[in-house]
């Protein structure tokens, strides 16, 4: 259980959002690994932040974004904590703007393109998010999956919450 001080106060421009997620392989090799790389050097340069929206197109602009690092394991009874890293989504666009690059990602071309801020807003672990969220410690987050603000109550409170 989260214990939350009565001073403690969720900042409400996050309140009602709701969240897009999306796994990065951490083998440099995989698909997902290079578009997020592709995604890093584009806001180094000044280009715009894009990913690709969830199956059911469901994110509209204010809503979160998040780059999924797993918890992965490192010896007999440890893991690491995994990475969550949360953007703001600007702006959605048709599936015509998806990037030339993403081509060979073959049964995602319906799918909307977000736009995305340059800076994170936040950037935590894995195992605090799964904590919050009641999931168990071997869950891993597979595919880019939309989750509604109802669900994500306990998590906002827990990591937009300011003093």
Not at 1 to 26: A, L
Not at 127 to 149: A, D, P
Request: aromatic share 10%; hydrophobic share 30%.
């Amino acid at each position: 259980m989260i214990n939350m001080s009565k001073h403690m106060v969720m900042n409400n421009e996050f309140s009602e959002c709701n969240m897009v997620m999306t796994p990065i392989n951490k083998n440099i090799k995989s698909r997902s690994n290079r578009d997020y790389q592709e995604q890093m050097e584009r806001i180094k340069t000044g280009k715009q932040h894009v990913w690709d929206d969830s199956k059911d197109n469901l994110a509209i602009p204010g809503d979160l974004f998040a780059y999924v690092e797993n918890c992965t394991k490192i010896s007999e009874n440890k893991k690491t904590d995994g990475c969550v890293r949360i953007y703001k989504i600007t702006n959605v666009l048709k599936p015509t703007h998806r990037l030339p690059t993403w081509s060979d990602n073959v049964g995602q071309g319906d799918r909307n393109v977000v736009e995305l801020s340059s800076e994170e807003i936040y950037k935590g672990s894995m195992k605090l998010f799964k904590e919050c969220m009641g999931y168990s410690e071997k869950y891993n987050l597979q595919g880019t999956r939309y989750i509604k603000n109802s669900s994500l109550e306990i998590y906002f409170d827990r990591i937009f919450t300011l003093e």
